[in-house]
């Protein structure tokens, strides 16, 4: 390794400079002293992957899937560290407050998030909303409902296709000789 380190060094360096003199390392801030979108667990950081474009979770939310759609975007949101965006439990920090810009782009960053994760239909009765937590409590209330209407719907679509079976079968028979072959389907085998 040291000649390795000597061959690509100056000559100027010594070995005695490469064993005792290691390279500074650079100086950080104390996390107390660091703004709250460069603290990683501060829920205003976001890391350079995180982008608007992004689609938290698939398939996208539907009339019919909120439940495992919800349980997906939840687990991407807390890994993300956003929850607290998606709850409302980081209030909007007033216009003088360092926070507020933090807060606003976090804010839009999760809003994004969403509309991407949604269908085009639901995704027009959120869009004008300027509050993630709103937008969250409006995909709750639309979408986590009993299916009621979704189960007399198919109800009457079991119902129609049971009838739809039941008017080919009749239509098949030939009841010229239906009589001949009830008698004959009672007599036995002939």
């Known amino acids: 390794m040291m000649l390795l380190l000597k061959s690509i060094l100056p000559p100027s360096h010594t070995s005695a400079e490469i064993n005792n003199n290691p390279a500074p390392l650079p100086q950080q801030q104390p996390l107390i002293n660091r703004p709250a979108y460069e603290d990683i667990h501060s829920p205003y950081y976001l890391s350079n992957a995180d982008h608007p474009g992004m689609v938290l979770a698939t398939p996208i939310?539907?009339?019919?899937?909120?439940?495992?759609?919800?349980?997906?975007?939840?687990?991407?949101?807390?890994?993300?560290?956003?929850?607290?965006?998606?709850?409302?439990?980081?209030?909007?920090?007033?216009?003088?407050?360092?926070?507020?810009?933090?807060?606003l782009r976090c804010n839009q960053m999760v809003m994004s998030w969403i509309l991407h994760s949604v269908s085009p239909e639901i995704k027009s009765s959120v869009m004008y909303l300027d509050i993630a937590a709103e937008m969250w409590n409006v995909l709750h209330n639309r979408c986590n409902q009993g299916n009621g209407p979704r189960i007399f719907e198919l109800n009457e679509t079991l119902t129609y296709l049971h009838q739809g079976v039941r008017w080919r079968l009749i239509d098949g028979l030939d009841w010229t000789d239906g009589s001949d072959r009830y008698h004959s389907a009672q007599s036995g085998p002939i």
């Open 61 to 103: 939310l539907t009339d019919r899937n909120f439940q495992p759609w919800c349980r997906d975007f939840m687990i991407s949101i807390g890994a993300r560290n956003k929850t607290p965006f998606l709850e409302g439990t980081i209030p909007k920090p007033s216009s003088n407050d360092p926070l507020n810009g933090s807060w």
